[in-house]
């Protein structure tokens, strides 16, 4: 019997491939299934000109994906974890998370091969606090100007000469395919990636049981596990994609999670760290508890700090 199914995703080349992608694994999996794309225009799609931060919000990158689910023009949404906020609209369900790319970041330069080679002074590229933040903490001395725009998008800007390196998310490169000259990964433990990160969520209506079915085998349990975890963190601090959080979560064995949480301040004067294991089966939780210790050393008055200078922005 002929089915069919429409996932709703971002435009950008690499949201198309993570839906593309979907999209092929589910109708190699069900046979006579057929697969459309609904493409959508978000939010942070159209605010290319101010950075993430001055833009505010949570669901920068979702809303009207959400919507197209709720009025019934998509079926599925694939998202990417770290843009999908940690509370959903009523009766949508995130309940199918895949194997995790790479969670790393990824500097980028066209001449310098890695973070300590960069001249004193250095323009590296990025739109993230988070990033900016842990950037400032290892090289005080370099400059961090604004990167908006799709993945390709700013790698074009690198290669045309205006930065001398730029961060962005290795998942997304691999993803695409794309390489500079000089790539270094800025990785756990040093450098925390974002909430989610490398990690896809797929986002149906609560009560469609037929998607549910559809899309079950694409669950990954380790990934979803260590996504809860992160997740767990970031809503303990009812935290978004505009502010200086990371977390980082790793099974180190069958029953146990270990998840590092960061806070910090956009310039990296202060960085609050903590890191915890707990039970898998506790993940959120356990994203809670790291969260409290995290507020606890400082992180409540430098989120307290940054809400308030983004209010006045």
């Known amino acids: ?140 001395d370099l400059v961090i100007e604004s990167l908006r725009g799709n993945l390709d998008t700013r790698v074009a800007k690198l290669r045309e000469g205006r930065y001398a390196a730029i961060v962005v998310a290795a998942a997304g490169l691999n993803r695409l395919g794309l390489k500079t000259d000089r790539m270094t990964r800025l990785a756990a433990p040093v450098f925390l990636p974002a909430v989610g990160q490398g990690a896809l969520g797929l986002e149906r209506r609560a009560d ?31 935290g978004g994609c505009q502010v200086p959080i990371a977390a980082s979560a790793r099974l180190e064995d069958p029953e146990t999670i270990t998840l590092t949480g960061l806070v910090a301040d956009p310039e990296g004067r202060e960085v609050i760290r903590a890191e915890r294991s707990g039970k898998r089966a506790e993940a959120r939780d356990l994203g809670r508890a790291v969260a409290e210790e995290v507020l606890g050393r400082g992180g409540e008055s430098i989120l307290r700090a940054v809400y308030a200078a983004q209010e006045r922005a």
């Open 1 to 140: 019997m002929q089915m069919s199914l429409t996932i709703a995703t971002r435009g950008s080349k690499l949201a198309l491939w993570q839906a593309e992608h979907v999209k092929a694994l589910l109708e190699a999996r069900h046979q006579g299934l057929s697969v459309q794309l609904l493409v959508l225009k978000t939010q942070g799609d159209k605010i290319l000109d101010v950075p993430l931060a001055k833009v505010g919000g949570k669901g920068l990158f979702v809303k009207e994906i959400e919507e197209a689910l709720l009025d019934g023009r998509a079926d599925l949404a694939v998202h990417s974890m770290k843009d999908v906020p940690v509370e959903q609209p009523e009766g949508l369900v995130l309940d199918a998370v895949p194997e995790r790319e790479d969670a790393a970041d990824m500097l980028l330069s066209l001449d310098h091969p890695d973070l300590a080679a960069l001249p004193r002074g250095a323009v590296v590229g990025t739109s993230s606090l988070r990033r900016q933040a842990q950037l400032k903490s290892l090289r005080p």
């Open 208 to 238: 469609d049981a037929r998607v549910r079915e559809l899309i079950a085998f694409l669950d990954h349990p380790d990934t979803r596990d260590a996504v809860l975890a992160e997740r767990g963190f970031l809503a303990r601090l009812e």
